[in-house]
């Protein structure tokens, strides 16, 4: 084995940090689905008529379905009579303060390194708590209640401000959209809800952290973010599971509305559990994240997936309004048996509107990535102009990366423009740092923080250095 | 009776009098249980067969003629070539003009008999095991196409020129012609291929080539389509090539109103470059479609890919480019670019570029864009005294010229350059 080989296979050999659970009640239901268990969620969460309606037809709509076997990932179907479908931790009373919060559970913020109180003294982030398919905890409420943010659960949301829920929930991401977004908008038991009230800027990043703790259970979440006219947010979501052997699914809606002149910023750092080195285990990743564009209006979603066994995902955004614009940056890291089928879809409708995609990839071990995307530009789209870019590093010659964009113009103003390459670590560049001093180990880390920067440099300050620590998990121990 | 059923009805007639029985039998089972492609099929999803398809057609027709001096408009006439040439769809003595010792130019009908064991040895083995329908409608039902056999270390010094004509048809046809071309151990050959309605009635065809190249070969292979807008062309390519070749296969769309283009190349020696290119220049209900796919099975090869696309009116262009990079076919280099421009707000492109790769030390990339003409340089040239027009097909020219200037038949540059002039509606004298 070469010098070389041997630190790629020491740098791509890296644990799963997050592996732990937490050892709390939780107040689950039965295995399996079928309607009884739609309408046992509904009442649990004493929903409203009107949503329990909304979970019905989905249900029935998603009986219906087949699941897409399109992409390029290979995975055993998930059995979904083999779920549990609810799983809440058991907390009798509500929460006054954070104080009062379960110690276990502190816990397990703490080990993610999240602490609430710290974030909430030091970093000045609202931070919503979504374990196990239930929020538990939601800070700084009051402070966004001054500006007249509205930034909670989901179902609190529906219990407190149901026009609003009514109004948006299933406009961007229909229940019928595909068989994951038919599945979440049947059994989504809660998730994060937002709304930017008209020229308001969002003083501090939102954040809502999520996490499967319980063994064999589902997670879906639902995701509404409205920013009503001129407002602007930026909204941060973490994910990560403890190491189970089963695969766990994870099928979560994300809906984003911005209004005329709003601007949302919506990160993701996901990390849920990869899998074992020998591919056993980890995390099913189906995801629909969505987001419409209204007059000059813009969407910026940034991405890092790390974790993860297989990896289903194309945040996308359809630029309905004129002057609008929409962008995409990912870093999606698979390692061991880890596969990633990810991309965006821009949609263009509006005059003007814009779109910049910027997508990295990089495999390792024996790892499959896919970028897929989708430019389209419809024939009332005067002047749209779309940017990709596209590339993938390859580290090891047993893993696979692939590009499958579709471009389809229909408007002859149309400016697109779409790049990808695909390489490895060139042994010249390595030679380059080497020859300055440069250990090959520090090398590596250096180039791929370099190749990644376009994208790191997008998120959030705080959000920043935990995707570069999660890179340097997911591909060695000490690159940062 | 619909199309499916009438072409298997003909094979289940005439089965008994064609060679490669078990070949063709598996090949119409296949289009049997799958059917024509439809937009559901990934391969489909930009292109509807349907129309073309839902059309009544004859299946062959009676012999017929046409004068040399027609012949003469639809081929090189100042390069010493040799031609072949059909008339619907059987081989045309009078027109085909063979002057050859050093390599075997033949109807593939006449090779079987004459050349059994070459025709034995490659008919149907480019293919893949399982092709589509429309490939294996091809193998099951064709009867006649070109032969071309280029013996170790012989260079074929006339350009050969294979010419389909159709004409005095009674109703719309519809054509198999298969072309079967080996190129031995260090031999070269070029070679143009033609589809030429002259009659009013339609004709679809459904060609396949196969092209073998073995070790230290090199092949050129140009594909002329300026066929009638009543005709339809779905046209299969299979190059299978062996160590240090070099194979490039040009596409040159202007005519009909279907074309479909299924290009593919697989890379069996190391050290072989293959190329494709492309242009496409289409207007008023045209489609063209180019499918390509390059398997890079061995390592340390080489493909390039360019193909540029003008559209006006309401023309639909479709390209799908697929790039294969096998486990350990390392040191490969694939480039792919995909231009295209559009006219019109009613012409419209898809395009999919694609890269499977499964090894890591290679250099792979493609481009791809979509445009309209650069305001400024139109400016440019306009404020010199050019007309909009002219200056506007002098851009076109220019963004076409990458690809034309590879060309290596002197008349034949002349020739398309001529075509693209006429189809930009201009006169202008650039040779290049």
């Known amino acids: 084995m070469s010098e070389e080989e041997k630190i790629l296979e020491e740098v791509t050999g890296a644990d799963y940090k997050y592996g732990f659970t937490t050892d709390i009640e939780s107040d689950t239901i039965p295995k399996g689905l079928n309607e009884d268990v739609v309408r046992l969620i509904s009442s649990k969460k004493e929903e409203p008529e009107w949503l329990l309606n909304y979970r019905l037809k989905a249900f029935e709509t998603w009986k219906k379905m087949e699941e897409p076997d399109w992409a390029n990932i290979k995975y055993n179907k998930p059995n979904y009579q083999d779920i549990i479908y609810y799983a809440a931790p058991k907390q009798k009373k509500k929460l006054n303060s954070l104080d009062e919060l379960d110690p276990e559970m502190k816990k397990t913020f703490d080990k993610l390194g999240i602490s609430i109180d710290e974030q909430k003294k030091l970093a000045g982030v609202a931070v919503d708590f979504v374990m196990d398919s239930v929020s538990v905890a939601t800070s700084f409420k009051d402070k966004l209640g001054e500006l007249g943010i509205i930034f909670c659960s989901i179902s609190e949301a529906v219990k407190e401000h149901p026009e609003l829920v009514k109004k948006y929930i299933g406009t961007v991401v229909p229940t019928s959209d595909n068989f994951f977004s038919a599945l979440n908008s049947a059994v989504f038991t809660d998730g994060s809800f937002c709304y930017i009230p008209k020229g308001v800027k969002c003083p501090m990043e939102l954040s809502t952290y999520f996490r499967i703790n319980q063994a064999g259970t589902g997670q879906f979440e639902r995701t509404l973010l409205i920013a009503d006219e001129g407002s602007y947010v930026s909204y941060l979501e973490g994910c990560t599971a403890p190491m189970r052997d089963e695969n766990q699914l994870h099928a979560a809606v994300v809906e984003l509305i911005a209004m005329d002149d709003a601007e949302i910023k919506y990160s993701t750092v996901q990390n849920w559990y990869p899998g074992d080195a020998n591919g056993v285990g980890g995390v099913f990743n189906f995801v629909t994240k969505r987001g419409i564009c209204h007059n000059r209006s813009k969407i910026s979603w940034t991405q890092v997936e790390t974790g993860s066994a297989v990896t289903w995902k194309y945040p996308s955004c359809i630029l309905k309004g004129d002057n609008s614009i929409g962008e995409f940056y990912s870093v999606a890291v698979t390692n061991n048996y880890q596969q990633a089928d990810t991309g965006t879809k821009m949609i263009h409708l509006g005059k003007n509107s814009k779109s910049t995609i910027i997508s990295k990839g990089i495999c390792a071990g024996k790892s499959e990535g896919s970028y897929r995307g989708l430019v389209k530009i419809q024939k009332s789209a005067e002047n749209a102009r779309n940017f990709s870019q596209c590339d993938s590093l390859l580290m090891g010659d047993k893993c696979g990366s692939h590009t499958f964009p579709y471009i389809e113009v229909k408007n002859k103003s149309a400016k697109i423009e779409h790049e990808a390459t695909t390489s490895k670590i060139g042994e010249d560049q390595i030679f380059y740092c080497n020859q300055r001093g440069i250990g090959t180990e520090e090398a590596i880390a250096l180039i791929v923080n370099g190749y990644c920067k376009d994208v790191l440099n997008q998120l959030p300050m705080e959000f920043a250095v935990e995707a570069q620590k999660l890179l340097a998990i997911s591909l060695e121990g000490s690159v940062g | ?432």
């Open chain 2, 1 to 432: 009776m619909n199309l499916k059923d009438k072409l298997i009805k003909a094979f289940q007639e005439t089965e008994s009098t064609l060679s490669f029985q078990k070949e063709r039998k598996d090949s119409i089972r296949r289009l049997e249980e799958f059917g024509f492609p439809t937009v559901k099929d990934e391969e489909w999803k930009y292109t509807n067969l349907l129309p073309i398809i839902k059309n009544e057609y004859a299946l062959s027709a009676s012999e017929s003629l046409i004068s040399k001096n027609l012949l003469d408009e639809y081929i090189l006439t100042e390069t010493e070539t040799n031609v072949i040439a059909f008339v619907n769809g059987e081989f045309s003595h009078e027109l085909s003009d063979i002057d050859t010792e050093k390599i075997t130019l033949c109807p593939l009908s006449l090779a079987e008999k004459k050349h059994s064991t070459v025709v034995q040895n490659y008919w149907g083995k480019a293919l893949p095991e399982h092709p589509d329908s429309l490939v294996a409608l091809n193998t099951a039902l064709s009867k006649e196409g070109v032969f071309v056999h280029v013996p170790k270390n012989t260079v074929a010094e006339r350009p050969i020129q294979i010419v389909y004509f159709t004409t005095n048809i009674s109703s719309d046809l519809f054509l198999q012609t298969r072309n079967l071309v080996v190129v031995e151990e260090n031999a070269q050959v070029q070679i143009t291929e033609r589809h030429q309605n002259i009659d009013q009635k339609e004709v679809f065809t459904n060609s396949v080539t196969e092209i073998f190249a073995h070790d230290n070969s090199l092949i050129d292979f140009y594909k002329i389509q300026n066929d009638k807008r009543n005709c339809s062309l779905i046209d299969n390519t299979w190059v299978k090539q062996g160590k240090n070749c070099t194979c490039t296969v040009d596409t040159f769309s202007f005519g009909g109103k279907f074309i479909r283009n299924n290009l593919s190349f697989l890379l069996e020696g190391q050290y072989s470059e293959s190329n494709m290119r492309g242009i496409t220049l289409i207007g008023v209900n045209q489609l063209v479609d180019h499918h390509t796919l390059v398997d890079h099975a061995v390592a340390n090869c080489q493909s390039n890919e360019m193909y540029k696309g003008i559209f006006d009116d309401n023309a639909k262009g479709v390209f799908n480019g697929k790039v294969m990079v096998r486990p350990d076919s390392q040191k490969t280099n694939a480039f792919q670019s995909n231009n295209n421009l559009l006219l019109t707000d009613s012409a419209s492109i898809d395009t999919k570029p694609q890269l499977e790769i499964y090894a890591d030390d290679v250099a792979c990339s493609h481009g791809c864009t979509v445009g309209q003409l650069d305001d400024d340089a139109l400016f440019y040239l306009r404020s010199r005294g050019i007309p909009f027009k002219e200056a506007q097909a002098m851009l076109m020219y220019a963004f076409a010229n990458d690809v034309l200037s590879n060309v290596k038949i002197p008349e034949l540059k002349q020739k398309l350059n001529r075509i693209i002039a006429e189809k930009l509606g201009v006169q202008i004298d650039i040779e290049v």
